[in-house]
């Protein structure tokens, strides 16, 4: 938690440092809501281990000529990836129509300009961990996953894949119990991904504990 915590803060003071836009500056400095940061702190650091390419408070114009903002902005490479944390309290339930509609509404706009949108309930965050950090995984993958050679066999490609979506060092356990091989035989693809320069040894000397994509991808 102290590592989440110092990294959250020197994204956040990042982020108020580098922007322009009076409006979106002063919702930062203001902080951000609870349940966003819960996501980021249970959800999608634990996940992702960084905020590359995440900007909280996203303002972004609709059709009307005003401005919405979005909780998180996911953009790596010009990717238009939004996240919403969806509370669940008595506002939540008591939803009236005129904002039911006008969220709805949101949605269909910014879906029309692009954006993909990962929706997640504030009960998820603290009942199902685990599953929304699945989700998270999926959800960038979406935006940084790529083809890989057609001359890979099924296990490597599923590696390069699954290299792309954690978007960390992988451990050759790790891999072994997303392919559901052995330590030994996950070891071997990753050494081979290694001559292919696809990956390169993140940690370890004599024997490699931890596997990257490498720069030339």
Request: some cysteine; hydrophobic content about 40%; charged content about 25%.
């Amino acid at each position: 938690m102290l590592r989440f915590e110092q990294k959250y803060e020197e994204w956040m003071q990042n982020q108020i440092e580098n922007e322009n836009n009076p409006r979106r500056r002063e919702r930062l400095e203001s902080g951000l809501g609870h349940g966003t940061v819960a996501f980021l702190r249970s959800i999608w650091f634990p996940a992702v281990g960084n905020f590359d390419h995440l900007y909280p408070e996203w303002e972004v114009r609709d059709f009307n000529n005003g401005y919405r903002y979005l909780d998180l902005a996911y953009m790596p490479g010009g990717a238009k990836g939004g996240i919403e944390i969806q509370g669940y309290g008595p506002h939540a339930r008591d939803l009236d129509v005129r904002r039911f509609k006008d969220l709805c509404q949101r949605h269909c706009l910014l879906s029309l300009d692009g954006w993909t949108f990962l929706p997640v309930a504030y009960p998820s965050i603290t009942d199902e961990p685990k599953q929304c950090q699945q989700l998270v995984l999926a959800f960038i993958g979406k935006f940084v996953s790529t083809d890989v050679p057609s001359r890979f066999s099924w296990l490597e490609a599923e590696t390069m894949r699954f290299a792309r979506r954690l978007l960390r060092p992988i451990a050759p356990l790790e891999l072994a119990e997303h392919l559901r091989i052995s330590d030994r035989h996950a070891r071997r693809i990753l050494h081979r991904l290694v001559e292919l320069d696809m990956l390169s040894v993140a940690s370890g000397k004599e024997r490699a504990r931890t596997y990257r994509l490498s720069n030339v991808i």
